[in-house]
């Protein structure tokens, strides 16, 4: 009998270190019912039945229900591209556009292409020449520019 309760005392012990070592590392967003530090006194206080009731209640579900969220870049999410409207970028299929059910048309490709050149080029020629400014002087008002008997430091 002794050996029983000795054998019975150590798997307790075990089974508290076990779930007070998985209480403090578990991701913080997955416990559930009481805060951690709660948990924690919860299985240190309460023998058996605070470890079994954090396997049962605090532990929180697996990963397969949870969804693991991570970041992809815009280019790499085939959704992303998909949702694009005349994006010109194709996935998938080469015979159709993104988000539309037309066939892929080079010519309608090629005119896009042209305008956005030709708006490139028409906002290089509103730019100045180096060396030229944009900006007009103006005349100096009272209370604004330099002032005779000002010292600026």
Same mark, same amino acid.
């Given at each position: 009998m002794p050996k029983l309760l000795? %054998? !019975?005392?150590l798997a307790l012990v075990i089974l508290t270190v076990y779930t007070l070592v998985?209480?403090?590392v578990f991701d913080r967003k997955r416990i559930r019912g !009481?805060?951690?530090w709660v948990w924690i006194f919860v299985i240190v206080l309460v023998p058996l039945i605070g470890p079994l009731l954090w396997l049962l209640v605090g532990h %929180?579900?697996?990963s397969p229900t949870t969804r693991?969220?991570?970041?992809?870049?815009p280019d790499d999410d085939l959704d992303f591209l998909r949702g694009l409207n005349g994006g010109g970028v194709n996935v998938g299929n080469a015979n159709s556009d993104i988000g539309?059910?037309?066939p892929f048309n080079e010519k309608d490709q090629q005119e896009r292409i042209r305008r956005m050149e030709q708006? !490139?080029?028409d906002l290089d020629k509103n730019d100045p020449a180096p060396g030229e400014t944009?900006?007009?002087k103006k005349k100096n008002e009272p209370g604004e520019g330099e002032q005779p008997g000002r010292r600026d430091a």
């Open positions: 000795i %054998g !019975l005392g998985d209480c403090a !009481l805060p951690r %929180g579900r697996s693991s969220f991570r970041a992809v870049a539309q059910n037309r708006d !490139l080029a944009t900006k007009k």
